[in-house]
Structure formats: C-alpha cells, structure tokens
C-alpha cells in the first residue's frame, strides 16, 4: 500500500496485491473507487464480482465488502471523503501500522 496523494476531500492509493491475498469482508464510512490496473481479484458483497484490468468499482460507503486475489495484481484506490490530511500523515500512520503488526 503506497500513499500517492491525501487531502481532506480525498486519498489515493496504489495497492500491490499477491496472489493469494484474501481480505475479510469490511466497510469504510467514506466511499471508493477501485481501479484494477493489473491482474484479476474478486470483490465479494451480496454479489462477487470479478474484476480484470481496466475495471471499476464503486463502492458506497458502509458498504461490507471482501476481496479476493488469484494473482499477483496492482489497483488505485479512491476513498471519498479522506481520512487524512496530507501525504505525509498517512504515510507516517501506515508506517505506525506495519511496526505495530511487526510486533505480533
């Protein structure tokens, strides 16, 4: 997960994305955009949907949502609004995140 831009109204993000990778269902309070550059993954709710390069999803916000990665895949990500105010502060909370999850 790379950081590209923050502001209060909106983040984005790149996403690398193994093969393999599962993500349990979940929700964010902001809405996204999903746009797959490379690869496939499925993004499961109500309905799965697959999704190849060039595709995009929209997801609402509280939307519950899983995703699925068969292969090594890269995405953008859109979230609306943002949670962070610049760039540099979400780096610094991944980066908080990563040595967090390191300790486990």
Do not use: C, W
């Not at 949907?49 to 990500?77: C, F, H, Q, W």
Request: no cysteine; net charge negative; hydrophobic share 40%.
């Amino acid at each position: 997960m790379r950081p590209i831009f923050a502001s209060e109204k909106i983040a984005i993000t790149h996403l690398e994305i193994p093969a393999g990778l599962e993500v349990k269902p979940h929700s964010h309070a902001g809405d996204g955009v999903l746009i797959l550059i490379e690869g496939s993954v499925k993004l499961i709710s109500e309905e799965v949907a697959a999704m190849k390069p060039g595709d995009v999803t929209y997801v609402p916000a509280n939307t519950v949502v899983g995703l699925e990665s068969e292969e090594d895949s890269r995405a953008v990500i859109l979230s609306v609004p943002s949670r962070y105010n610049t760039v540099e502060e979400f780096r610094d909370i991944l980066r908080a995140l990563l040595r967090q999850n390191g300790d486990n």
